[in-house]
């Protein structure tokens, strides 16, 4: 199994900056991919941010490119998202996700980013 903690969540207002991370524990020796995911009020999830275990590849969703950042801290397992210049319709449950090889992904409690205007 695969856990999953986020933390750094919180309250920002517009212009402003957050960094949100998860920890991802357990056996993790299959795991391909983590990618921050995030889901607003009446919306569907969506994935933000990627980052490849092995090569450090990322992807980010157009809205977010240039404003936010994946990076990987092996030491630590943790995954972090910077996200600057916030906006409020970045407004979200934001969770990890860690994706195998084969198989479900495992996922996060989530952690609530709210923008102010």
């Known amino acids: 199994q695969v856990q999953i903690v986020e933390s750094g969540g919180g309250l920002v207002q517009a212009g402003g900056s957050l960094t949100v991370s998860c920890v991802v524990s357990g056996r993790t020796w299959n795991i391909d991919v983590i990618a921050w995911n995030r889901q607003a009020p009446g919306k569907e999830r969506e994935m933000v941010a990627s980052?490849?275990?092995?090569?450090?590849?990322?992807d980010y969703v157009g809205s977010v490119e240039g404003r936010f950042t994946i990076s990987k801290d092996k030491a630590k397992n943790t995954v972090s998202l910077q996200m600057n210049n916030l906006k409020p319709e970045d407004t979200a449950v934001y969770s990890c996700s860690a994706h195998p090889l084969r198989g479900d992904p495992f996922w996060g409690q989530g952690t609530q980013v709210t923008v102010s205007a």
């Open positions: 980052i490849h275990t092995t090569n450090g590849d990322t």
